[in-house]
Structures are given as structure tokens and as C-alpha cells.
């Protein structure tokens, strides 16, 4: 949406815009949460770097960001859905290529508890989740892992800021509780777990341990969340390469899931 809006627009108008200005303009402070305002801005401020000359992965176009996903047809793969498209596009490669999957999209946030801390669209991210697996005729599971956040991660962050540390709740979050709780609770179910990030796995030959490597894409690597995940995770998740950030983005036109984009 905001690129169709830009669309057209000389290079110094783009580049004199400021996004509170852009809201404003366009109203859409009135309806969008102030998390989606912020993703937005986040947005703008990256085209900005690359009408200046800066790069990212999606201007290299030998970059190939990749994506948890399973390897081989005809398994049993839980894949965790955001709302979002990276996510969404993985769930409907893993089916076009005759996996068997099974979406969820875990609540984690805790409304009330941390009200003070900003909004969480959780509602309108499973909405657009239910949005995706409607089209592919699936039903994806909410499973509420909100106790299990508390304790394994809201706990943490208060610990390690009241102790003069930076907390890093992203990492923690994935390691105990996607990739934790999630695993103990469905794992026997699902020979693997994919979901939207970025990540590379390869084989060591001579450890014989799965290891967790960076992205092609360095724009989009997540890699670092993912770095407490022990050795039992790693291997439950397999990476592919998939496509770049915009073959993405047009891939999800492509197959009329613009409501995630």
C-alpha cells in the first residue's frame, strides 16, 4: 500500500518525506495501531536508504534470504504463523510442494498485564492468519501460551533490566517459548516446525551437529533470535533457500494474498 502510494513520485519528494507528515496526510494514524504506524515508518525510512545509494538485501540480487522450512514430501510440519507474509508465504510453498501442514498462531501477548508496555495487534494478526488458511483450506489453531511468556520471558527481562543488564525479550521468546513450550507440547506430532525467519542450517560433517548460520540475505538475517535455540531445536527446524524479499512480496500478489502485505 505505502509503495503504491509512492508510486510515480520524484526521487526528492520521496526523500523529503517524514512518515509523521505521511500520516497525517493520509489519516493513518485514525485507523491503524501504533505498532502497524511504527512498521510502516520502519518501511519508509528503508526506502529512503535505498533512493540514497544504501543497500539492502533486496537490492543485491545475489541475495537469497531464507526461511524455517521442512525438508521432505509428504511429512507432518506445524508451522507457526504471525499474521505477517513471510510466514504466509511459507505456509503455502510447504503445501504447493506436498508437505502436510498444520498452521497455529501462538498468543503470547499479555493484554492487560503489560497494557503499558504498547498494543499488541493480535486480534487483526489472526485474522489475517485465518485469512491465509481460509483461501487454502486449512484451520489454523490460536494456542494461548500467555502463562508460559509470563514466566519464561516477561519474568526475565525484568530481572536482567533491574540488574543493569539489556534484556533481549526477541531472543528468549523464541528459545523458550516458540521453539520451547511450543516444541514440548506438539512436537511429537510433527517431524518439523517451520515458520517466517531467516536463518541458514548445514550439516557438520565432522561434529555431526546441526548448526545455525546466517542468512544469505544480511538485510534480513535473524539469525541473532535465534542463536539461543539448543542443538534438539535446531534440528527440528531445516532451512531453504526461498525467495528474495520482493520475488516474495510478488508472490504473495501473485496468489492474491495482498492482506498480508
Not at 489453531?141 to 508460559?148: D, F, G, I, R, T
Not at 516446525?193 to 546441526?210: I, L, W
Not at 533470535?225 to 512480496?249: D, E, G, N, P, Y
Request: charge should be negative; hydrophobic fraction near 35%; proline fraction near 2%.
Amino acid at each position: 500500500m505505502l509503495s503504491e502510494g509512492l508510486n510515480g513520485l520524484d526521487k526528492e519528494v520521496i526523500l523529503g518525506m517524514e512518515f509523521s507528515e505521511l500520516a497525517d496526510a493520509t489519516q493513518l494514524n485514525s485507523f491503524m495501531s501504533s505498532s502497524r504506524a511504527n512498521a510502516f515508518s520502519n518501511v519508509l525510512k528503508c526506502i529512503h536508504t535505498q533512493l540514497q545509494g544504501g543497500t539492502t538485501g533486496e537490492s543485491q540480487s545475489s541475495s537469497r534470504p531464507t526461511t524455517f522450512v521442512s525438508e521432505g514430501q509428504g511429512e507432518d510440519v506445524a508451522v507457526l504463523l504471525s499474521g505477517g507474509v513471510d510466514s504466509s508465504v511459507a505456509l503455502r510453498l510447504l503445501l504447493e510442494q506436498g508437505y502436510r501442514p498444520t498452521p497455529f498462531y501462538l498468543k503470547i501477548w499479555l493484554e492487560d498485564e503489560l497494557s503499558h508496555l504498547g498494543e499488541c495487534p493480535w486480534e487483526e494478526d489472526l485474522s489475517y492468519a485465518e485469512s491465509v488458511c481460509e483461501q487454502l483450506n486449512l484451520k489454523v489453531e490460536a494456542v494461548s501460551l500467555q502463562q508460559e511468556y509470563m514466566d519464561s520471558v516477561v519474568k526475565y527481562t525484568i530481572q536482567d533490566a533491574r540488574a543493569g543488564r539489556t534484556p533481549n525479550p526477541d531472543v528468549m521468546c523464541n528459545s523458550r517459548v516458540k521453539f520451547g513450550v511450543f516444541l514440548d507440547r506438539f512436537g511429537e506430532d510433527f517431524s518439523k516446525v517451520a515458520s517466517g525467519h531467516y536463518a541458514r542450517t548445514r550439516r557438520n560433517q565432522r561434529s555431526e551437529m546441526t548448526e545455525l548460520v546466517c542468512s544469505a540475505d544480511e538485510w534480513k538475517d535473524q539469525t541473532y533470535f535465534l542463536a539461543h535455540l539448543k542443538q534438539s531445536q535446531v534440528r527440528t527446524c531445516r532451512c531453504r533457500k526461498l525467495l528474495s524479499r520482493q520475488a516474495l512480496q510478488a508472490f504473495a500478489e501473485s496468489a492474491d494474498m495482498k492482506y498480508v502485505l
